[in-house]
């Protein structure tokens, strides 16, 4: 299928993160084999909601992150971290190890340590609101600004649509913050 389209493209990818099979999915959910294969390669375009509350509750996703357009996860995935935004369909893979998630009480934000596996030197193209980087220790220059520790920059909406530039040393450690809330897997 040429475009299975965004639901069909986010279920696929919380599937893969989970790394749930059709056939678990479809033994944990009580549907078919057919009713799942057929949501999760976009041919069934509008599954009710109790189906897809059922898909949801087994990838441990909420009907609210599955519809709300401006989805955005990451996650650990051995030394790595992966980026997935729902709108783009190929993942930004980073070598920087995810090493925790901070509980933001109010559930504005989502807060997370990363540190850098190697140097890094590259444009970040990000489709979101806000996001605030702060250097807890190392080497970090956003857009040619080298950060101090425990400095904070905050980049806009504007600001990640045009790129920001990140030039990062190995070991570097950082806190990332992005506002609203986005889905954290560690």
């Given at each position: 299928?040429?475009?299975?389209?965004?639901?069909?493209?986010?279920?696929?990818?919380?599937?893969?993160v989970k790394g749930i099979t059709y056939q678990q999915l479809a033994s944990t959910t009580e549907l078919s084999?057919?009713?799942?294969?057929?949501?999760?390669?976009?041919?069934?375009?509008?599954?009710?909601?109790?189906?897809?509350?059922?898909?949801?509750?087994?990838?441990?996703?909420?009907?609210?992150?599955?519809?709300?357009?401006?989805?955005?996860?990451?996650?650990?995935?051995?030394?790595?971290?992966?980026?997935?935004?729902?709108?783009?369909?190929?993942?930004?893979?980073?070598?920087a190890k995810l090493l925790a998630k901070i509980e933001d009480?109010?559930?504005?934000?989502?807060?997370?340590?990363?540190?850098?596996?190697?140097?890094?030197?590259?444009?970040?193209?990000?489709?979101?609101?806000?996001?605030?980087?702060?250097?807890?220790?190392?080497?970090?220059?956003?857009?040619?600004?080298?950060?101090?520790?425990?400095?904070?920059?905050?980049?806009?909406?504007?600001?990640?649509?045009?790129?920001?530039?990140?030039?990062?040393?190995?070991?570097?450690?950082?806190?990332?913050?992005?506002?609203?809330?986005?889905?954290?897997?560690?």
């Open positions: 299928m040429k475009n299975p389209g965004e639901l069909a493209i986010k279920l696929q990818k919380a599937r893969k084999i057919a009713t799942i294969e057929s949501i999760f390669q976009g041919k069934q375009k509008n599954p009710t909601l109790t189906t897809l509350q059922r898909i949801c509750d087994v990838l441990e996703l909420s009907i609210d992150q599955l519809i709300n357009r401006k989805d955005f996860l990451f996650y650990k995935k051995g030394n790595k971290t992966i980026f997935s935004h729902d709108r783009v369909a190929k993942d930004i893979v980073v070598d009480p109010e559930k504005i934000m989502t807060i997370t340590l990363l540190e850098a596996n190697n140097d890094m030197d590259y444009k970040i193209l990000i489709p979101y609101d806000l996001v605030k980087i702060m250097l807890v220790k190392g080497s970090l220059a956003v857009n040619n600004k080298k950060l101090k520790p425990l400095e904070m920059i905050q980049i806009t909406k504007k600001e990640l649509i045009k790129g920001t530039v990140l030039k990062i040393k190995k070991g570097t450690r950082g806190i990332l913050c992005f506002y609203p809330g986005v889905s954290v897997r560690i």
